[in-house]
């Protein structure tokens, strides 16, 4: 199968079943004119983050990584009118026309970005009393993603579902003369989540627009 065709059946997936929905759409549009990387969760990926949210009846979501807030937007539209969602970005640029889409989306109100590195920004969340998050989408620099896993069950509870993205990247994952930190780093993260008992996972590998990926989905089966 090729990109090509995935990328016609992720067009029929939305054409069916994701009604068109104008602040997602000009979110997107404003991250291209912004000139942010097309790194956005897909239209479908973004969905089930939508749903996977809402079926959890999380009410605190954690982000690592916002962009241009897309998926962020996703999430925290499945959020009751009492929930929050708190996305940490390391590029001021991207944080800044995140939160113009986010004001657009009329999510103000429920979304916090904060800006700076995620290994600091995790730290400020514990020290501040923020935890626990009942859901943790984990999409930011791909070499720390073992690191973010960690900082995840420090702000977590029993039951809090973490969502890791980009964990397959092509198969580059099991391909062994793949050395790049991204890659390691996503090694990493699976041995995290292997020799952590308070850790339940699974991976799921994905094809569309996005090409060939995946995503970690993992509970924490015990209290951090
Ligand atoms: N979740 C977004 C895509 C995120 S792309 C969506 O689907 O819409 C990855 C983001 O992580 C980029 O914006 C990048 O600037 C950010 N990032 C990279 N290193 C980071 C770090 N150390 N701390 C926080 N964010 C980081
Ligand atoms: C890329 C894709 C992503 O989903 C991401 O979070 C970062 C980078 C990429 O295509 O390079
Ligand atoms: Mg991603």
């Not at 995935?6 to 997107?28: A, F, H, M, Q, R």
């Amino acid at each position: 199968m090729s990109h090509t065709l995935w990328t016609e059946v992720d067009n029929y997936i939305c054409g069916k079943l994701l009604p068109s929905d104008k602040v997602l759409e000009e979110s997107l549009n404003a991250n291209i004119a912004g000139g942010l990387p097309s790194y956005d969760v897909s239209p479908a990926q973004g969905k089930l983050l939508n749903i996977l949210v809402r079926m959890h009846g999380a009410k605190r979501v954690l982000e690592v990584g916002t962009l241009g807030g897309y998926s962020a937007i996703w999430m925290a539209q499945a959020l009751p009118a009492d929930g929050k969602l708190v996305s940490l970005e390391y590029v001021s640029r991207h944080a800044e026309v995140a939160r113009e889409n986010i004001e657009r989306a009329g999510l103000s109100d429920k979304v916090e970005i904060r800006v700076g590195e995620a290994a600091k920004t995790l730290a400020d969340l514990q020290r501040e009393g923020q935890a626990p998050f009942d859901f943790i989408f984990i999409d930011a620099d791909k070499s720390n993603n073992a690191i973010y896993l960690d900082w995840a069950l420090r702000l977590a509870r029993k039951g809090t579902v973490i969502v890791c993205d980009n964990v397959i990247r092509d198969g580059d994952i099991v391909d062994t003369t793949h050395t790049d930190p991204g890659v390691e780093g996503t090694r990493a993260a699976f041995d995290f989540i292997a020799a952590n008992p308070g850790l339940d996972a699974t991976a799921i590998q994905t094809v569309g627009t996005k090409g060939y990926d995946g995503f970690i989905i993992a509970t924490v089966t015990q209290d951090a």
